[in-house]
């Protein structure tokens, strides 16, 4: 059972446009919205996080809108640039430290 | 550079056969946590230890097992491969335990099963 969903699967994006990445769970102990991003070749690093005591967080261009009632959240990149493309995962933990993770989204931005 | 080391990076071995994958945690992490990345099952949980104790299972196979040394470094050992092993393994480390710790992953190792 997959408890966090994640879409879209592959997203592409012009230079400057606005990346829009969508992810839904079902578990309401989940307290820890973590957005992973990934290049080839490397380890997933943070990106940005919520709890969800707030429905919006940004840092920079990137920015996690998060709604409590829908249990889904988004990552939102504006501005998007060449550099951005990788994959994206968004993942949520609560109730242990385990997180779990979406399947990803390859994001390619276009110059 | 996440300070989260793991080798080897990449590894190539033949069904039937047993190995051993490292990772060394940050500086001062306590915790250890193993991921398995595959394509079809995305990035996966395995098992957590914290200061040499395991804490928390995920989706670990019986053929495989891990461990956290005094010096904090971690082990996973996986045997009997399959083909269906074939994957990118993380290591991830944070500090403490709790539930708002960040966890730093590392490169990865790369596990091909001929």
């Known amino acids: 059972q997959q408890q966090v969903k994640q879409s879209p699967q592959s997203l592409i994006v012009q230079k400057g446009g606005i990346s829009i990445i969508n992810c839904a769970y079902e578990n309401t102990a989940f307290d820890y919205f973590p957005w992973y991003q990934q290049f080839p070749g490397k380890g997933p690093a943070l990106l940005i996080a919520?709890?969800?005591?707030?429905s919006e967080k940004k840092e920079g261009r990137f920015t996690i809108s998060f709604n409590k009632s829908a249990k889904q959240f988004s990552l939102h990149i504006m501005d998007s640039q060449p550099g951005d493309s990788a994959t994206y995962f968004c993942a949520a933990r609560g109730g242990s430290e385990k997180l779990v993770f979406g399947k990803g989204t390859k994001l390619t931005v276009n110059p | 550079d996440s300070g989260v080391t793991q080798t080897p990076k990449h590894l190539i071995t033949a069904t039937g056969q047993r190995v051993t994958l490292r990772c060394s945690p940050r500086s001062g992490d306590l915790s250890v946590y193993w991921y398995q990345q595959s394509l079809d099952q995305g990035l996966q949980f395995l098992i957590q230890?914290?200061?040499?104790?395991?804490?928390a299972k995920g989706n670990i196979l019986e053929r495989f097992s891990a461990q956290q040394f005094p010096d904090l470094h971690s082990e996973l050992n996986l045997s009997s491969l399959e083909l269906g092993d074939s994957a990118l393994y993380f290591c991830?480390?944070?500090?403490?335990?709790?539930?708002?710790?960040?966890?730093?992953f590392g490169p990865g190792t790369r596990l091909t099963v001929l």
């Open positions: 919520i709890r969800p005591d707030v």
């Open positions: 991830a480390s944070s500090v403490g335990s709790g539930r708002g710790d960040e966890q730093f």
């Open positions: 230890y914290y200061n040499g104790e395991e804490r």
